[in-house]
């Protein structure tokens, strides 16, 4: 199974100007999180002091990842990236030497 950091950045633009329906449609997204993390897709999340930034890892394959993240869209911008474990490395560096 494929693995992915995601590093996100709220587009705040994209929030409601009132404080109070922006932080309810904020707490709704915090409640997609969890439940991405419920379902396994998601592994781990984090985010960075000021609120409006941070990481998260997910499993599974690119569409996988892809509809997790087209869940927050417009109000969330990714970069992601697959990551390879140090096995996994390691048997590629065995391989080329061979």
Known sequence: MAKYILMWQMDTSKFPADPKEAMA???KMLETCKQILKEGVGRDWGCFLGGDKG???????????????WQFTPYTKFEVQQVLSVDEVIDINKSMMQ
């Open 55 to 69: 990481y998260a890892i997910g499993e599974g394959n690119a569409a996988d990842i892809a509809k997790s993240t």
């Open 25 to 27: 449609m904020n707490m």
